[in-house]
């Protein structure tokens, strides 16, 4: 006699009603049927009474507006558990603060334990000077000290941290205790040396923040000078589904290690224990803005006589395109400045003479950042097919006049982040935090794109939303051309928001009227023009709860 099969569990039906569905199979959407991890149908109040049965999980949206999930199109898992978890330092306005917010965390710490901090921004000091090595290690009493600028591409660093990364960042830490290039990488892995269950106790933080502002996805940006190999093993197991752990975002794994030619890149994929999108993300090109690292044409209008490093020639970045193209893969850099970004432009152009254009193209490539592109630099990446992942709450940040770019910049911040340009010249684009850089905030992110400080470079409410959405499934070339949208056969991966008003939101305020029109059936979205963000309600994913607010009942 045999064991008969077991009955595999019935699938799970839930009805959303009494809300607002953002689709476009139908713009006056009120509720929606999902069955399992499927959207089974979208449709009218009406409807939903006639197919609701007692089969069927309801859920009251009580008028809340139910939308795609974001999909985070840069993060960096790990750094921002440990952000979300240390010394904020995004509101001190002076070294003296800084080093009086160092040893208040000091007095609460072990002994031999590293006080790590986050978000020091000497821009917003009225005096810049930043605190020694020494300063920092009596502030400390003796621990050490990893306190990460707010662009995360330099810290500061007392002397016995400097002392346990070794020569490079002793090297580095001059009068100031700030480190860079070399010296900052040997400095933020020595910090960083932790067993495997805190950092993955960290990477959980990160998702369940992620989780609570409504995000479905998140592309981790992986490489060997920001956690290595065991912190994007970590982030790739959360995929491993729910038996592994919690239901979490999906997590879209890039790792930025640079290959020489395509039988390395096989031998890189082959030594990484778990499958990548691509060899892409961080891997620099340059560095920030904020650190003076980002490479430019011409000198930092505040520090005549510097523009920046290049982390690579011309020729290793176009040996790691054509490598990449020729496997079919992602490739892609970290690239800001404006000679950073000749340097990428010139590798495309090399990478096609070798392989072709069409399987440059082929490839789907991905720049992160791109902040200085002017119109020349932006026909090329249309040209190539290159996804630029941008950031927008950089240009809120530091895009205002007087604001960073401006002290480091002068005339030419007004060019920078040219959303617009993009879109108008068919470049695609996606957007993402580059957390712990900026928070996971997306409706903070949304806005900043309707409120660019250039009003030639806004875009509408719904190209930011589709940014942030969809765009972020096809940058990453996701294996169901439907992620992102919410209509009948997609997946079910969405966030049900408290918004105050839905509308529909333009750049440019004398758009033709038809836009704005119900009949012109256009999605609606919340108002962005509140000053205030819309209210997670709850994160679902392929169908599975990734976090709800107690307010939401059943």
């Known amino acids: 006699m045999t064991d008969s099969p077991a009955t595999p569990a019935p699938r799970k039906i839930t009805l959303y009603r009494n809300g607002s569905v953002y689709t476009a199979a139908d713009p006056f959407a009120t509720a929606m049927l999902v069955d399992g991890d499927t ?14 049965d007692s089969s069927m999980d309801v859920v009251d949206l009580q008028g809340a507006l139910l939308a795609p999930g974001f999909v985070d199109s840069h993060v960096h898992l790990t750094e921002t558990g440990i952000a979300l978890g240390s010394l904020q330092l995004g509101g001190v306005r002076s070294g003296a603060e800084l080093l009086d917010a160092v040893a208040g965390a000091a007095a609460g710490a072990g002994p031999g334990s590293t006080v790590l901090g986050h978000g ?33 591409h330099s810290a500061l660093v007392s002397s016995s941290l400097a002392a346990a990364a070794g020569s490079a960042a002793l090297a580095g830490s001059g009068v100031d205790g700030q480190v860079k290039h070399a010296a900052h990488t040997a400095a933020r892995l020595a910090a960083r040396e932790l067993p495997a ?56 794994p890039y790792w930025g290690q640079l290959a020489g030619s395509e039988e390395h890149a096989r031998s890189i994929l082959a030594g990484l224990g778990v499958s990548v999108l691509g060899l892409a993300g961080d891997l620099n090109i340059d560095g920030s803005i904020g650190s003076r690292t980002a490479a430019l044409r011409a000198d930092y209008s505040d520090t005549p006589g510097e523009r920046g490093s290049l982390y690579l020639s011309v020729a290793e970045a176009a040996a790691h395109l054509a ?116 928070p996971l905030r997306p409706w903070s992110s949304v806005r900043a794109c309707l409120e660019h400080n250039n009003p030639a470079e806004q875009i509408s409410a719904r190209a930011a939303f589709l940014g942030h959405t969809r765009a972020g499934w096809r940058a990453a070339r996701h294996r169901n051309p439907m992620a992102g949208q919410l209509v009948p056969g997609a997946p079910a991966s969405f966030a049900v928001w408290e918004v105050e008003e839905l509308m529909v939101q333009v750049a440019d305020g004398r758009v033709q009227s038809w836009s704005t029109d119900p009949r012109a059936r256009t999605p609606l979205l919340p108002a962005m023009d509140t000053g205030t963000d819309p209210a997670c309600l709850l994160t679902v994913r392929d169908g599975r709860e990734l976090f709800r607010h107690g307010s939401l009942g059943s």
């Not at 005096?127 to 502030?139: G, H, I, K």
């Not at 090399?350 to 791109?370: M, S, T």
């Open 197 to 252: 269950a805190a950092l993955r106790g960290y990477q959980q933080q990160a998702l369940a923040e992620a989780a609570a502002n409504g995000y479905v996805a998140l592309a981790e940006m992986a490489a060997p000078h920001i956690g290595g190999i065991e912190d994007l093993r970590l982030a790739a197991a959360w995929n491993a589904g729910p038996d592994a752990g919690p239901s979490v975002p999906e997590i879209l």
């Open 323 to 438: 490598a990449c193209s020729l496997l079919g893969i992602q490739a892609g850099f970290h690239v800001i400045g404006d000679a950073g970004l000749d340097a990428a432009l010139d590798a495309l152009d090399q990478a096609a003479a070798e392989v072709g254009e069409q399987r440059l193209r082929a490839a789907g490539h991905r720049f992160e950042h791109v902040e200085i592109a002017g119109p020349d630099a932006i026909s090329r990446l249309a040209k190539y097919s290159v996804t630029v992942s941008a950031q927008p709450v950089f240009d809120a940040l530091w895009g205002a006049a007087g604001g960073l770019y401006e002290q480091r910049l002068g005339v030419r911040h007004q060019a920078m982040n040219p959303f617009g340009s993009y879109y108008a010249a068919g470049v695609p684009i996606c957007f993402g935090s580059d957390s712990p850089v900026t």
């Open 39 to 52: 959207v089974a149908w979208v449709g009218s109040e009406h409807a939903a009474t006639s197919i609701a």
């Open 120 to 152: 020091w921004d000497e821009t917003l000091w009225a005096d810049p000077a930043l605190p020694s090595p020494a300063e920092l290690e009596r502030a400390a009493a003796g621990r050490k000290v990893y306190l990460s600028r707010v662009d995360a």
